[in-house]
């Protein structure tokens, strides 16, 4: 993922000191680029101290973002004084950006509150906000109401508004692919298409038996299939899996790579339970698996909704995501559980991760067809979970989020799995239950739920249940 770029916007108020503004300008941009940020912002020879406190300075404002359209993930409102509000508004309005907002004031000193030192703030903050509410531009905090650009409160706010920032533009024109038919016993992953689409994300189809019909025609000694088993080896361990079975994996792992960059996709669902295993004689976890690694989620049975939750929390942690069932309780205690699948987990998640075949789809189709599983257990850390639902009959996009750990309490089992702790877990299971939501979930190893919350409840509108948060 490349920096993202801020709109700086350094509010000012023509009777509070100027110096103040020059000062506050040089303090933000230098934490911005520690941070790793790049900004668009007014220069001090364009406006007293690159600030803005009358509607022309507005409009220079507004022109210079309209510039820079392309590259503006989001905007950063600063108050070093109280500012103008209204020329604020008007600058972010006249822009023409549909992009997240920030807004943070910087703090009095009690020692300071002198005329030449006096910033009012504070106060300035509600009423920047307050016009923002009624231009009807949407609009993030800081969890101070006033802070230094130094401290590490406000750092942590940057990195959360960062990750908002990712959200919303990576969901902007986001391509899935679906490769195959829904499998007829998952119900479960039913969603709209025209409910995604009015989002901006299209879902691109392809029939099950193109991919496997590409595969069938690539040649092992081909150039794309030495590559692709070559990167497979590198991969994971894949001692006493079948030669034969490898290069299918191979050969069906560059048929798919080839369709997602022909079609510009950035992520994928595809059918697994049990076409791909009873017509082509592997599975296709390995291929999911590196694809997931490798920023480009994969999702199981056609799950869309599934896989675009999986790119949100990538977008949030730049970081890859995975898609799993909830799945078994974990002995009597209430706040555990066990999450597993076959798996096509991504390799950074695993602990001594290795391929091998599916248990259970073996014993019905046969061990020599469901080779390509990548097993591990999940390392133990801190984690971010998410859900993403279409609720056809009332039209919207629903969404929960939260965090959790994953923890090293005992556990013997096959496949990729991990024992999670998630307070309130049963209230999280009965909301998840009641409100109808699929058996999968997308987990990614970050702490990011409060970005997925505000990013797609805030600026998406979409109706997002933050487990283990009161909204405010």
Known sequence: MGKTVLGVIVGNRDFFPDSLCVEGRDLILRVLAEEGFESVCLAPEMTKGGSIETYQDALLCAELFRKNADRIDGILVTLPNFGDEKAIAEAIRRSGLQVPVLVHAFPDEGSELTVSRRRDSFCGKISVCNNLMQYGIPYSLTDEHTCDPSAASFRRDLRRFGAVCRIVKGLEGLRIGAIGARPAAFNTVRCSEKLLERYGITVQTVDLSEIIGKAERLRDDEAVVREKL??????????????????????????????????????????????????????????????SNNLLPSACEVDVAGALAMVILQLASGQPSALVDWNNNYQSEP????????????????????????PILASTLGQQNTYGTISGRIRPGRFTFARV??????????????????????????????????????RLLQYICRQGFEHHVAINLSESARAVAEALELYLGWEVYHHGECAV
């Open 230 to 291: 070559q990167a497979i080896q590198s991969y994971v361990p894949t001692q006493g899996v079948p030669e034969a079975s490898l290069k299918k994996i191979a050969r069906l792992g560059a048929a798919i790579d080839t369709w997602m960059q022909e079609n510009d996709l950035q992520a994928s669902a595809i059918q697994c339970w049990n076409a791909l295993e009873g017509l082509f004689g592997v599975v296709p976890c390995t291929a999911m698996s590196m694809m």
């Open 335 to 358: 706040d555990k559980c066990v999450i597993f699948h076959c798996s096509n987990l991504p390799r950074e998640m695993l602990q001594a991760p290795k391929m091998e075949y599916a």
């Open 389 to 426: 639902s279409t609720d056809d009959l009332n039209g919207v996009i629903r969404a929960y989020t939260g965090e959790g750990e994953i923890s090293d309490a005992p556990l013997a089992t096959f496949g990729g799995y991990g024992v999670v702790h998630v307070p309130d877990l049963q």
